[in-house]
C-alpha cells in the first residue's frame, strides 16, 4: 500500500481518457455532472464523442441503449442515487432485455459521500440491479481497480454496471494485480474468519484484520470486486477453510453483497454468517468516516463482529 | 406501389390483426387497427428502406410498444418470416412476443413496453447515425397518451439541441387511451405547439390518407430538424364495432366477434 489517496472515480475518469484514445467507439454520456463523475477530461478530449444530455436520466439511459445498438460502447455517468435511482425502468428494458452494450458507470455511492446527506447516499444501488438479468455488477476498492474496471467493461459485450464513489481513500490493489469479472481476488489469506467485502470499505477490512492479529485471529480478506456474478468457487473455498463467514459493504443490508453471499452459502455450504451494512435505515449529513462509525459499518464494527462469531 | 394496392395491404394487415388477437385471447385492438394505414405505407410504398440486410437501412421503432400485432403483421407480409407465425403471438415459445423483444424476429430492433423508452432508443440510433453521416433514418412510432410521460419532453429537448433532422416520430393521435379519452385523463393539447415550442417541426395529416401519409413522410425526409408528424387516427379503423372505442383499447375479439369483423374487412 502506498500513502497517494485517490477516489475510484479518479480511477474511472483517467480509464476514459486512455480507452478513448484507443477505441474510436467509446462515447460518454453526462447528465450535468460532468466534474463530480470525472468525465470532463474525456469531454475535453473528445468533445465529439462526449453526450451531454441534461438533467435527464432516464432519457440518458435510452440513447445509450440506442447509441449502444448502433455500434457505440456508450458509458453512462451520473451519481448512483440519479442512475440507476431514476432511470432502473430504462435500464432494465432498453439496456438488459436488449442486453445492449451500455456501461453504467455511477459514483457517490455508499454513506461516504458525507455531507451531502441521505437523499444523495446511494445504499440501495446493488439491491437494485442484482436482479437484473444479463447485467454486470462491479464495485473496484480503489482507483486502479477501478481503473482496470472500466478497461474490462469495455472488454465485456454486455451491459456492465460500476459503482464508484467520492473520497480520495488509499490504493489497495497494485498495477500488477489481476482483475478478471467474476474472478475475487483474496487480498489476505487467514483461516480463522472470511471477510468479504466490496469498494474503498475493504481498507476497513485490512485495518481490523491488522487489529485481530493482535488477539491471535487470523482473518482472510476477500475483495469481491465483481458482485455479480459471485465468485462462488472462492468464496466456497474459503468458507470451508474458515467456517465462518463476514460481508462488509457500504450499503443496505438488504440486497447486497451479504444477500449474495447469504444465497449462496445458504443453499450450498451452510457455515456462520455475519452481514454488515446499512441496518434498513437512511444515511444524513456528516463526514464519511463519522457515518461509518455511527451506522456500525466501520473497522470497530468489523472486528466486534469477528469477536461475536467466534465466541 | 400504388395507393390502392397499399390500401389493399393495409386491408391485410387489419385482417392479420384480427385473426392474431382472437387467436392470441388477448392484446390491443384499438391502436393496432388504427395503425394499419401507417404501416402499410412504411414497409409497402417503397419510400422507407427497411431492408433488414442494410447497414444503412432505416430503423423502425415501436414506441408505443403495445400496437405491435400491426407491425408483426407488416414485418411478415414483407417476407422476413413466414404469415403463419403471426398466429403464435403471445403464446408459449414463440418469437412473438406480447410487447415486442429484439431477440430472434427480424425487424425488432429494440425491446419496448413501458411507452416512451423506446423514444430514447430512437434518439440515440439517430445520434449515432447523424455523427456517422450515415444515410439512414430514424423513423420512431409514439402514442398520444405516451406524451403524458416526463420522458417524452426529455427526448424532445434532446432532439432539438442536436438538431436530429433523422428523426422522424409519428404520433397515433387517435385521442384514447386505456382508462378513456386523452384530454380527459390528462389533456395533451395543443400538442401541435408544444412540438414547435420545442423546436421541432410539426406536420398534421389524416393518418388513414395513404397519399397524405407518404407526402408527409417525404417532406419529413428533408427537415432540417426533429420532425413529429401528428397522424389523425380513428382507433380500432375498419370495423364497426371496435372503432372509436377506448374500451377496446386492450381487449382482444372473441372468436365469434373476429368472424363478424372478418367479414366487414373483406367485403370493403
Known sequence: ?311 | MKTKEIEKKANLIRQDIINMLAEAGSGHSAGSLGMADIFATIYFSGIVNHKLKDPDRDRIILSNAHICPAMYSALARSGYFPIQELLTLRKIDSRLQGHPHKGSLPGIESSGGPVAHNSSVAAGMAYVLKLENKPSKVYCLVGDGEQQEGQTWEIAMFAAKYKLNNLIFIMDRNTIQIEGETEEIMPIEPIRDKYRAFNWNVIEIDGHNIKDIIKAIKKAKKSKKPIMIIAKTIPGKGVSFIQGKHAWHGRAPTKEQAKKALKELRNE
Open chain 1, 1 to 311: 500500500m502506498n500513502n497517494i489517496k485517490k477516489s475510484t472515480r479518479d480511477g474511472y475518469g483517467q480509464a476514459l481518457v486512455k480507452i478513448g484514445k484507443e477505441n474510436k467507439d467509446i462515447l460518454v454520456l453526462c447528465a450535468d455532472l460532468t466534474n463530480s463523475t470525472r468525465t470532463e477530461e474525456f469531454k475535453k478530449k473528445f468533445p465529439k464523442r462526449f453526450i451531454q444530455t441534461g438533467i435527464a436520466e432516464q432519457n440518458m439511459m435510452g440513447l445509450a441503449a440506442g447509441m449502444a445498438l448502433t455500434g457505440k460502447i456508450p458509458f453512462v455517468s451520473s451519481f448512483a442515487v440519479f442512475s440507476p435511482g431514476i432511470n432502473w425502468s430504462q435500464l432494465r428494458v432498453s439496456v438488459c432485455q436488449n442486453n445492449a452494450n451500455v456501461k453504467i458507470a455511477s459514483t457517490h455511492a455508499g454513506l461516504t459521500v458525507g455531507p451531502d446527506g441521505m437523499s444523495h447516499q446511494a445504499l440501495e444501488d446493488i439491491a437494485m440491479t442484482r436482479p437484473l438479468p444479463n447485467l454486470i455488477i462491479l464495485s473496484p476498492c480503489d482507483a486502479i481497480e477501478a481503473e482496470k474496471a472500466t478497461i474490462t467493461a469495455v472488454n465485456h459485450k454486455g451491459p456492465v454496471y460500476i459503482r464508484l464513489t467520492r473520497p480520495k481513500t488509499n490504493i489497495i490493489t497494485k498495477q500488477e494485480t489481476e482483475f478478471t469479472i467474476g474472478k475475487a481476488n483474496i487480498l489476505k489469506q487467514g483461516k480463522d474468519i472470511t471477510i468479504i467485502g466490496h469498494g474503498p470499505i475493504l481498507n476497513n477490512c485490512i485495518q481490523a484484520a491488522e487489529n485481530l492479529k493482535k488477539q491471535n485471529i487470523d482473518a482472510e480478506i476477500i475483495n469481491s470486486h465483481t458482485i455479480k456474478p459471485l465468485d462462488k468457487e472462492t468464496i466456497i473455498n474459503s468458507a470451508k477453510k474458515t467456517s465462518r463467514v463476514i460481508t462488509v459493504e457500504d450499503h443496505q443490508k438488504i440486497g447486497g453483497l451479504g444477500s449474495a453471499v447469504a444465497e449462496l452459502l445458504s443453499q450450498d455450504y451452510p457455515v456462520k454468517i455475519k452481514i454488515i451494512g446499512v441496518d434498513d435505515k437512511f444515511g444524513e449529513s456528516g463526514q464519511p468516516e463519522e457515518l461509518m462509525k455511527k451506522y456500525n459499518i466501520g473497522t470497530e464494527s468489523i472486528i466486534q463482529a469477528v469477536n461475536e462469531i467466534l465466541k
